[in-house]
């Protein structure tokens, strides 16, 4: 085996479970998505691989996966979260959500000035509204 | 003064009756406000959101000091008796039982209730053998509903809370479900977010179309992806969505999409979603979900 296969394995796996850190199997809420997000942030900073468990998820937002991991996309090389972040207990549809939420916040983050540049193009003028 | 009011039906001409009755409280001051309801024979439910948040801000700014509703049909009084809509304004009338189980209760929530706002959810679609739903449909559901609420709070920016109601329709096969707020709504979000002025309805349009998102410009989330989840699954459920932000109206009814402009404004957003509750099908495509690998999510 490669030696930097064996560093990876034995890095330390640190699992996350969504409803532990929101306190609630409803994983709805922005701000909920917000303390998952800075959980996760705190032990990739600290160099640990992060497994995120979805274990008794009832309900899932976008609004919510999009606070908790959407945004590290804007803060994280996209290579050392493909490295460092797994997922584990999760149904399809929560994959797949999660899914549409990572290939968004890549998009988006890939090239936020071209984005942001093509966005007001496409808006044209910017007179201010009356009311 | 006087106001007389006509039948609320969650449609355009329904929203409309809200926004005149909106453009007439607000040119009040400290007034005695009495609505003639002698005209009023149908008011669908929901529609009590979008009204419980007009009275609300014409409340805190004064604009009556009492609010009268005269000559209400027996039947009008019942359905807005039954919803909690006419004891939560102080009209001396107590909330009658919901008998068949049909009624979604009004309420207002705060910008932090959203587990509130869920247990209410659950309070109303469970358990009380509305709507005949499969699980799938009912979970996919409470989640849209979620994403409306939570989007109402992201980008409304309300300090006034977030005023909701709905109606499962037992013969129309139909559940109606508003959620309105007070907040700077679609065109003026997107005015101070990216500079752009759009027509109102433009903008709601704007906001539901492909990559389109204000948050990328404000928080460095990504996001504005709610409103278009809720949008493909009433394409595929072949229910409604009706949007009503400031002056426009925006409506996608049985996959058919309709733009119109109000004369005047509503203070704020109205979200109606209408599920199709005979709708028995899945709600994810089996290629979606066969492709999907754990190991390549991230």
Same mark, same amino acid.
């Given at each position: 085996?490669?030696?930097?296969?064996?560093a990876?394995?034995?890095k330390e796996i640190m699992e996350?479970?969504?409803?532990e850190?929101?306190?609630?199997?409803l994983?709805i809420a922005?701000?909920?998505?917000?303390k998952?997000h800075?959980v996760i942030?705190?032990?990739?900073?600290d160099g640990?691989?992060v #497994?995120?468990?979805?274990?008794?998820?009832r309900?899932?937002?976008?609004a919510f996966?999009?606070?908790?991991i959407?945004?590290?996309y804007g803060?994280l090389p996209e290579?050392?979260?493909?490295?460092?972040?797994?997922v584990s207990?999760?149904?399809n549809e929560?994959?797949?959500?999660?899914k #549409?939420?990572?290939n968004?916040a890549k998009? =988006?983050?890939k090239d936020r000035?071209r =984005?942001?540049?093509?966005?007001r193009?496409l808006?044209?003028?910017?007179?201010?509204?009356e009311n | 003064?006087?106001i007389?009011?006509?039948?609320?039906?969650?449609?355009?001409d329904g929203?409309?009756?809200i926004i005149?009755i909106y453009g007439?409280?607000? !040119? %009040?001051?400290?007034?005695? !406000?009495?609505?003639?309801?002698?005209?009023v024979n149908?008011?669908?439910?929901n %529609?009590?959101?979008?009204?419980g948040?007009?009275l609300?801000?014409?409340n805190?700014?004064k604009?009556?000091?009492?609010i009268?509703?005269l000559?209400?049909? $027996?039947?009008?009084r019942d359905i807005?008796?039954k919803?909690g809509?006419?004891p939560n /304004?102080g009209?001396?009338?107590?909330k009658? $039982?919901?008998?068949?189980?049909t009624?979604?209760?009004?309420q207002?929530f705060?910008?932090?209730d959203?587990?509130?706002?869920?247990?209410y959810?659950?309070?109303?679609? @469970?358990g009380?053998?509305?709507?005949k %739903?499969? $699980?799938r449909?009912?979970q996919k559901?409470?989640e849209?509903i979620s994403?409306?609420f939570?989007n109402? @709070?992201d980008?409304s920016?309300?300090?006034?809370?977030?005023f909701t109601? +709905?109606?499962?329709?037992p013969s129309?096969?139909r559940l109606d479900f508003?959620i309105?707020?007070?907040?700077?709504?679609?065109r003026?979000?997107i005015?101070e !977010?990216l500079?752009? *002025?759009f027509?109102?309805?433009?903008?709601?349009?704007?906001?539901l179309e492909g990559? *389109?998102?204000?948050?990328?410009?404000?928080?460095?989330?990504p996001?504005g992806?709610?409103?278009?989840?809720?949008?493909? /699954?009433?394409?595929?459920?072949k229910?409604?969505?009706q949007?009503v932000s400031?002056?426009?109206f925006?409506s996608?009814?049985?996959?058919?999409?309709?733009?119109n402009?109000f004369?005047?404004? /509503?203070? +704020?957003?109205?979200v109606?979603i209408?599920?199709?509750?005979?709708?028995k099908?899945?709600? !994810?495509l089996e290629?979606?979900?066969?492709?999907?690998n754990?190991e390549?999510i991230?």
């Open positions: 085996m490669h030696n930097q296969e064996i990876k394995m034995k996350i479970t969504l409803i850190v929101v306190g609630s199997d994983c922005s701000e909920d998505g917000q998952v800075d942030k705190r032990a990739l900073e640990k691989n #497994r995120l468990s979805f274990k008794g998820v309900d899932l937002t976008s996966l999009n606070s908790a959407g945004q590290l803060e290579a050392e979260m493909k490295e460092k972040l797994s207990d999760a149904s929560d994959l797949l959500l999660l #549409r939420i990572v968004r998009e =988006f983050f000035e =984005f942001e540049t093509a966005t193009e808006m044209g003028d910017d007179d201010e509204p | 003064m006087n007389s009011i006509g039948n609320m039906s969650s449609t355009f929203f409309k009756e005149e007439e409280i607000s !040119c %009040m001051e400290d007034s005695i !406000c009495e609505i003639d309801m002698s005209g149908w008011i669908d439910a %529609m009590c959101a979008p009204l948040a007009l609300q801000i014409s805190d700014k604009h009556f000091r009492k009268r509703l000559e209400m049909k $027996p039947r009008i807005l008796q919803n809509f006419l /304004f009209f001396d009338l107590d009658k $039982p919901d008998t068949y189980g009624t979604i209760e009004y207002r705060g910008r932090i959203s587990q509130s706002f869920r247990r959810i659950e309070r109303h679609f @469970v009380k053998g509305l709507p %739903m499969s $699980p449909l009912a559901f409470r849209s994403e409306i939570e109402a @709070v980008h920016r309300t300090e006034y809370g977030i109601c +709905g109606q499962y329709f129309q096969g508003s309105a707020d007070l907040g700077i709504g679609f003026r979000n005015f !977010c500079g752009k *002025n027509k109102s309805e433009d903008s709601i349009e704007w906001a990559m *389109n998102t204000t948050r990328l410009l404000k928080g460095g989330k996001g992806f709610g409103l278009k989840l809720i949008k493909k /699954f009433i394409e595929l459920n229910g409604g969505l949007i400031d002056s426009g925006w996608l009814y049985q996959g058919k999409i309709e733009k402009h004369e005047s404004s /509503f203070p +704020g957003t109205i109606n209408e599920i199709n509750t005979g709708d099908q899945r709600y !994810c290629s979606e979900l066969t492709d999907l754990p390549d991230f």
